[in-house]
């Protein structure tokens, strides 16, 4: 074998430089890649939510058209055993038949409660539809409370019950002037909705996994009408910030935890929210909406403990976020602004 042989076979392999370089080169790459991939996957994330939001408001019209209005969003029911009103079912319930899910419905027992033992079947059983594809906690079934092994199923999505959701299921008058699409013991029929049905929320998101982990198991029940389940309101503006996450552990009252019945989401720089002509829209957070409390969520002045239905400022004004929650305010928005 020649010098020149065994040179050419010395240098048929790489250098420990060349090696590095070489690693150094894909790592750069895979940097460049990972956040495009990243992207891909929450476009397709969104892709699927949106499809979501339109089955859910397809459903919805449907039901309309069988009964000539919206569901009841938050039902009633006379518990005789504990002689007290219990609220019950969940608008989602309801427009069982319309989602494709014609046995769902046939196996609930509507004499009683949605949280009756003969009940917890459906309360476990998971709808897909109703599940944001980039919010992974929402696939996990819940216990009903501590101490149970009885399990219900979550939504990522809730009816729009207007800019506030009004307590008082021993005295329910004043839920009907709930100016949303969906309210306790009471339906909304289309001729209602005088804003316009293009700018009328229907269906608004809320990730569940933003909320904290000892009261997680509490809300956002796919079956149940309770505020907080499967409505939402506009008192706060869409992912007010991770302050006010923490509203819950301060006061147990619905009203006072932006991110257990207001909207939020985990796609980037806002929510999807379906209107009540059928359309689904992507809307920023950064949308017009009033003052509020960086702490709370809460618009400025307003005492969450004061007796209901709130009452604002004088010099607080509806931002266009809220007049997209309410029915019948009378406001003119453009598409330009939302």
Not at 95 to 121: C, G, H, K, Y
Not at 147 to 175: C, E, F
């Amino acid at each position: 074998m020649s010098d020149r042989d065994r040179h050419d076979r010395r240098r048929s392999g790489f250098t420990l430089i060349e090696l590095l370089t070489v690693i150094a080169i894909l790592g750069v790459l895979l940097a460049l890649l990972l956040p495009a991939v990243q992207r891909a996957r929450e476009a397709a994330r969104r892709i699927q939510c949106a499809s979501n939001l339109k089955q859910i408001a397809l459903a919805t019209h449907g039901y309309a058209g069988v009964w000539g209005a919206l569901p009841i969003g938050m039902p009633l029911q006379f518990d005789v055993g504990i002689s007290s009103v219990r609220t019950n079912h969940s608008l989602f319930i309801a427009m069982l038949p319309q989602l494709e899910q014609s046995p769902v419905f046939s196996a609930l027992n509507f004499d009683v409660n949605i949280r009756d033992v003969v009940n917890r079947t459906v309360m476990t059983h998971s709808l897909s539809v109703l599940w944001c594809p980039s919010d992974p906690s929402i696939v996990k079934s819940t216990l009903l409370s501590e101490g149970m092994t009885a399990r219900v199923s979550l939504s990522s999505y809730a009816g729009n019950s207007g800019i506030w959701q009004l307590w008082g299921m021993q005295d329910p008058v004043p839920q009907t002037r709930m100016n949303g699409l969906f309210q306790m013991v009471g339906s909304i029929c289309p001729a209602q909705v005088t804003d316009g049905f293009s700018n009328t929320f229907l269906i608004g998101e809320r990730d569940h996994g933003l909320l904290d982990p000892t009261w997680a198991s509490w809300w956002h029940w796919w079956t149940t009408g309770n505020y907080g389940d499967t409505l939402f309101c506009a008192a706060w503006p869409m992912n007010p910030g991770p302050r006010a996450a923490d509203g819950y552990a301060r006061r147990y009252d619905v009203r006072d935890s932006a991110y257990i019945a207001g909207a939020s989401s985990r796609h980037p720089g806002g929510c999807h929210f379906a209107f009540a002509d059928g359309s689904v829209r992507f809307l920023r957070e950064t949308i017009d909406t009033w003052p509020y409390d960086p702490a709370t969520g809460l618009p400025l002045g307003l005492d969450p403990g004061k007796d209901e239905p709130f009452q604002l400022p004088a010099d607080i004004r509806p931002g266009v976020y809220q007049a997209l929650a309410t029915r019948s305010g009378g406001e003119i928005l453009s598409a330009e602004s939302y």
